[in-house]
C-alpha cells in the first residue's frame, strides 16, 4: 500500500494538482498508512519550512454532514425528534413555503405554487427536501441560492434570519420526491437548534466532540490552532491554483452568527478518525457510547426513494461521488452494488467528501477506514478521492 499511496502523492502533489496531501488508513484501527506530502503554507506564516505536518487542521466542508447527522440520531434516541417529525412543526416558517413551478415571470421571478407535501426531517436528511445548493449552477432556483448567499460556509445572517431565508425561496420540487444534494443538512442544524434551544456548535461539542475527545474540531479557529490550519487553494479548471483562504488570515478565525452545519467544521485527520472509529464501532469507542448499533446501521443503509442508486434517483451534478451503485445514506453515500460502482470498496462501504477535496471512507467488512486530506476546490476539479481509494484496496493483502 505504501508505493500505491506514493504513487499518489507523486501524481497529485508533484504533479502540481494539490498543494499537499496526507493519507491516512486504519485496519482494524490499527494505522497501516500515515503520509504527508507538500507544504501546507504558500510563504513563510508557519514554521518548519511549511511542510505539511499529521497535526495539521482542514477545512472539512461537507464531511460535516455525518457529524451533524449523529447528533441528530443521539436526540431521535432520546425521543425528542423523528423522522417524520414535520419540518414545520419545529420551524413554522416553513408552514407557508412554496414550489417552484419551473417558470419565472416577466422581471424573471420564481413563479411559486403552495406546497401541499409538507418536509419531514427524513427529507432533510436523506437531501429529498426539494431545496438546492447554489454550485449545482442549473437553473434560475440555484442563482437565486447564489444571489442571496444562501449555502455559504459563512452566514451573514443569525439562526433565525436564516430558517426565514430559507423559508423565503421556493423549493425545487414537492418533498420525498426525489434526491437533489442541497443545503438541507444546514437547515436540519437549525432545526436541531430549535429542538435543543441550543447553538449547533454547543449541541455538537456536547454531544459527539467532546465524548470522543475530537479536541481540535470546530467552526471556529482558536488562536492556538492558527499555526496549524493550512492555506486553502482554489483552482480556475485549467490547472492554475490561487489562494482562497490563507490559514493565518483564515474566516474560520472569526465566530459566526450562525454555523453551517452542511460545510462549516475544521477538523484534524486524527480527529475525524476518531469519529469513523466510533462509527466502526458500532456508536462506541473507548467504552463511550455515541449511538446505538441500529442508529449507526441507519446511516450506512441507502435512502434513495425507490431504493435505486445515484444515477436513476438523483437530480443534478453530484461531485462527491460517482453515480452508479452508489446509494445515499444518512450523512454520506454507500456502495450498493459493487459491480456497477466506479469506485474501489466493499458492499456497504460508506463514503464522502468536501468541496476542498478532503474524503473519507469506511469499509465495515474489512474494518478499513481512509482518509486524504487536502485543500484544494472544487473537488471535482481531480478524482483524488477515488484514486486514494483505489490506492489503497490495491495494496491490500
Known sequence: ?????????????????????????????????????????ADGEAPHDHVLDKNALYRIASMSKPIVVAAFLTMVEEGRVSFGTLLEAVLPEF???????????????????????????????????????????????????????????????????YVQALADVPLAFAPGE???????????????????????DDI????????????????????????????????????????YDRGQQSRWRVAQKCYSAGGGLLSSTSDYHRFLLMLLGGGTLDGVRILSPESVDNMMANHLPGGGDLESAGSGPLSETSLPGIGMGLGGAVIINT???????????????????????????????????????????????EDFRTAVYSGLD
Do not use: K
Not at 504513487?7 to 503520509?35: K, M, N, Q, W
Not at 465495515?364 to 478521492?385: E, F
Open 1 to 41: 500500500m505504501d508505493s500505491a499511496l506514493r504513487g499518489l502523492i507523486s501524481t497529485y502533489v508533484e504533479g502540481g494538482r494539490v498543494p499537499h496531501l496526507h493519507c491516512f488508513v486504519s485496519v482494524d484501527g490499527t494505522p497501516v498508512a500515515d503520509i504527508c506530502a507538500g507544504r501546507s503554507r
Open 95 to 161: 408552514a407557508q413555503v412554496e414550489r417552484w413551478t419551473g417558470r419565472v415571470d416577466d422581471e424573471g421571478q420564481l413563479i411559486g405554487v403552495p406546497n401541499e407535501m409538507p418536509m419531514t426531517m427524513y427529507d432533510l436528511l436523506r437531501h429529498s427536501a426539494g431545496l438546492s445548493y447554489s454550485f449545482h449552477a442549473q437553473t434560475p432556483l440555484d442563482r437565486l441560492y447564489a444571489e442571496r448567499y444562501l449555502d455559504t460556509f459563512h452566514q451573514r445572517r443569525n439562526s433565525a434570519e
Open 178 to 200: 426525489r434526491f437533489h444534494y442541497s443545503a438541507s443538512i444546514d437547515l436540519l442544524g437549525l432545526a436541531m437548534e430549535r429542538i435543543a434551544d441550543q447553538p449547533l
Open 204 to 243: 455538537l461539542a456536547q454531544r459527539i466532540l467532546q465524548p470522543l475527545g475530537m479536541n481540535d474540531t470546530g467552526f471556529v479557529l482558536r488562536p492556538d490552532q492558527v499555526g496549524r490550519l493550512t492555506d486553502a487553494w482554489q483552482t480556475d479548471g485549467a490547472g492554475a491554483l490561487t489562494l
Open 339 to 385: 459491480h456497477q460502482a466506479r469506485a474501489a470498496g466493499s458492499q456497504g462501504t460508506y463514503f464522502w467528501g468536501g468541496i476542498l477535496s478532503t474524503g473519507f471512507f469506511l469499509d465495515r467488512s474489512r474494518s478499513i477506514i481512509g482518509l486524504v486530506m487536502t485543500q484544494m476546490m472544487p473537488s471535482g476539479a481531480a478524482n483524488l478521492r
